[in-house]
């Protein structure tokens, strides 16, 4: 079993930086993913990373602004994120599970434990 939960988010201006943080209980070594769930639209991928750190995927709408990174002798994952804009307002929540291959870290069916969620507002 695995515990997650997030934090870091708030408000915020267009332009800011937030850094997200996603403390895990148990286990470590899953693939982990960031997902976001703004009002009245689906849960949306933005971001993965491997077990151990070395691959990391990120859709296209966060490319280049966010950045994935974990430490896995702490049990941490971090998400930061740049040059934020209104249309990254949403809840974040951060997923571990056995994603193996490019198409699963996509895929919310492949992660097996979620935290709470922690929410981001970035005013205009």
């Known amino acids: 079993q695995v515990h997650l939960v997030e934090s870091g988010g708030g408000l915020v201006q267009a332009g800011d930086s937030l850094r997200l943080s996603c403390a895990a209980s148990?286990?470590?070594?899953?693939?982990m993913g960031w997902f976001r769930q703004a009002p009245g639209k689906e849960r949306e991928f933005i971001v993965g990373?491997?077990?151990?750190?070395?691959?990391?995927y990120y859709a296209d709408s966060v490319q280049d602004r966010f950045t994935i990174s974990r430490v896995n002798n702490k049990n941490l994952v971090y998400l930061q994120m740049d040059s934020l804009k209104p249309e990254d307002t949403a809840v974040y929540y951060c997923?571990?599970?056995?994603?193996?291959?490019?198409?699963?870290?996509?895929?919310?069916?492949?992660?097996?434990?979620w935290g709470q969620g922690t929410q981001v507002t970035v005013s205009s």
């Open positions: 990373i491997s077990w151990n750190g070395d691959s990391t």
């Open positions: 997923a571990a599970g056995d994603a193996s291959y490019y198409s699963d870290y996509g895929r919310p069916e492949k992660y097996k434990y």
């Open positions: 148990g286990r470590s070594f899953y693939a």
